[in-house]
T-cell receptor
Framework: QQQVKQSPQSLIVQKGGISIINCAYE??????FPWYQQFPGKGPALLIAIRPDVSEKKEGRFTISFNKSAKQFSLHIMDSQPGDSATYFC????????????FGSGTRLQVQP | DAGVIQSPRHEVTEMGQEVTLRCKPISGHNSLFWYRQTMMRGLELLIYFNNNVPIDDSGMPEDRFSAKMPNASFSTLKIQPSEPRDSAVYFCASILRTGTGNTIYFGEGSWLTVV
């Protein structure tokens, strides 16, 4: 019940295109859904996060869409750039109590110039 | 803000040797996490501490693994004896537990190779 499933495993997008990564969760106790970005040799870093009281959150070129009834959320990267090439992890946790992040398996994004 | 500081960044050791990984969380943060990252299993939570107290160590793979947090500014993850399958990147992360603070900050990781 702690699992977070992420797809696709890898993604190749042309510069200027839209990158879409999907995640699904099982535990209905989760109420915080962040996306982390990881560059080679670095630790994951928070990119954007959403709580289930909204269906969408946008920060610059990055948007999270959230579907509470389907227990799914996705990351959209608009106007993808070569500098966005990294591994993206969705995650889920609770805002109180345990708070430890449960991560998806990661998506390796490559944006071709 | 120096961020979460981990050492060593890289460690190569022989099977059977003891390995100690170190972490300094962000000053003022009161929860600390140890994660392990491998290609096969992704990012796995090993253990986490609240106010220096271990809360959940269910992710610690075996008795060979142990973690301590003697004070708010230091934690260790020890593997004894180490095995080749322990080769991974070990991340330490910290968070300030407040009503609204949710960002977990990661260190740059300790890359462990056991030969």
């Amino acid at each position: 019940q702690q699992q977070v499933k992420q797809s696709p495993q890898s993604l190749i997008v042309q510069k200027g295109g839209i990158s879409i990564i999907n995640c699904a969760y099982e535990n209905t106790a989760f109420d915080y859904f962040p996306w982390y970005q990881q560059f080679p040799g670095k630790g994951p870093a928070l990119l954007i996060a959403i709580r289930p009281d909204v269906s969408e959150k946008k920060e610059g070129r990055f948007t999270i869409s959230f579907n509470k009834s389907a227990k799914q959320f996705s990351l959209h990267i608009m106007d993808s750039q070569p500098g966005d090439s990294a591994t993206y992890f969705c995650a889920a946790s609770t805002l109180t109590g345990r708070r430890a992040l449960t991560f998806g398996s990661g998506t390796r994004l490559q944006v071709q110039p | 803000d120096a961020g979460v500081i981990q050492s060593p960044r890289h460690e190569v050791t022989e099977m059977g040797q003891e390995v100690t990984l170190r972490c300094k969380p962000i000053s003022g943060h009161n929860s600390l996490f140890w994660y392990r990252q491998t290609m096969m299993r992704g990012l796995e939570l090993l253990i986490y501490f609240n106010n220096n107290v271990p809360i959940d160590d269910s992710g610690m793979p075996e008795d060979r693994f142990s973690a301590k947090m003697p004070n708010a500014s230091f934690s260790t993850l020890k593997i004894q004896p180490s095995e080749p399958r322990d080769s991974a990147v070990y991340f330490c992360a910290s968070i300030l537990r407040t009503g609204t603070g949710n960002t977990i900050y990661f260190g740059e990781g300790s890359w462990l190779t056991v030969v």
